[in-house]
Each structure stands twice: as structure tokens, then as C-alpha cells.
Nanobody
Framework: QVQLVESGGGLVQAGGSLRLSCAAS????????MGWFRQAPGKEREFVAA????????DYADSVKGRFTISRDNAKNTVYLQMNSLKPEDTAVYYC???????????????????WGQGTQVTVSS
């Protein structure tokens, strides 16, 4: 069992930045592929970014490429999402997800991940 707790959300003006954190506990964090997803009101949960267990592979949704950066610190059992140049359309609840993965790859679908955090709200004002 893996427990995930997100933090770092909040209200920011368009063009601003936020850094989300996801702290993991319960298992060997370094064996887990990690991802960030988001869900806006009335919309389906969508992929944002993913990182392999080693950090050697990453992937991003086209809508956030060049603005968001995913990273991880396995010594701290934490994955981060640095969000720059935020836009009102980035407003959503952001979720962290994890899956044990012996292969050093990433997943971009919700079905790939087994464990989910409770989410943190990000609101970008225009």
C-alpha cells in the first residue's frame, strides 16, 4: 500500500508559478512510476505529466509542455510539479498517482496507476 499526499496548491494570477509536491509513504518509493493528473469541474481527469522511477524518462501533455516540469527526489520520497506561466485553463484539482513499475517507463493514462492522492486545488485568476 502506498499513501500519497499532495500539497502546494493555491490561488495564483495568470503568468504566475506554483510548485506542487506529492509525498509518498508505505513502500519503496524509488520503485514507483509517478504521475500528475488534473480534473476541472465537469471534465474528465486528464494526464499532465509523468516520470519514471529513476527520473530518466518523463512525459508531458501538450498543453503544459514548456511550462511545467516534473521531478522527483527518491531520498525524500517526493515528486514535484513545477508550474510556470500559469493560465486560467490550468485551474483544476491536481492529483498525484503511483504505480509499482520494474521497467523504467512512464504511464499517461489513469488506468496505469494504482494509487492516488486526495488532490490539491490550483486556481489561476485572469
Amino acid at each position: 500500500q502506498v499513501q500519497l499526499v499532495e500539497s502546494g496548491g493555491g490561488l495564483v494570477q495568470a503568468g504566475g508559478s506554483l510548485r506542487l509536491s506529492c509525498a509518498a509513504s508505505g513502500r519503496t518509493f524509488s520503485n514507483y512510476a509517478m504521475g500528475w493528473f488534473r480534473q476541472a469541474p465537469g471534465k474528465e481527469r486528464e494526464f499532465v505529466a509523468a516520470i519514471s522511477w529513476s527520473g530518466g524518462s518523463t512525459d508531458y501533455a501538450d498543453s503544459v509542455k514548456g511550462r511545467f516540469t516534473i521531478s522527483r527526489d527518491n531520498a525524500k520520497n517526493t515528486v514535484y510539479l513545477q508550474m510556470n506561466s500559469l493560465k486560467p485553463e490550468d485551474t483544476a484539482v491536481y492529483y498525484c498517482a503511483a504505480r509499482f513499475n520494474s521497467k523504467d517507463g512512464v504511464g499517461i493514462t489513469t488506468d496505469f496507476y494504482r494509487y492516488w492522492g486526495q488532490g490539491t486545488q490550483v486556481t489561476v485568476s485572469s
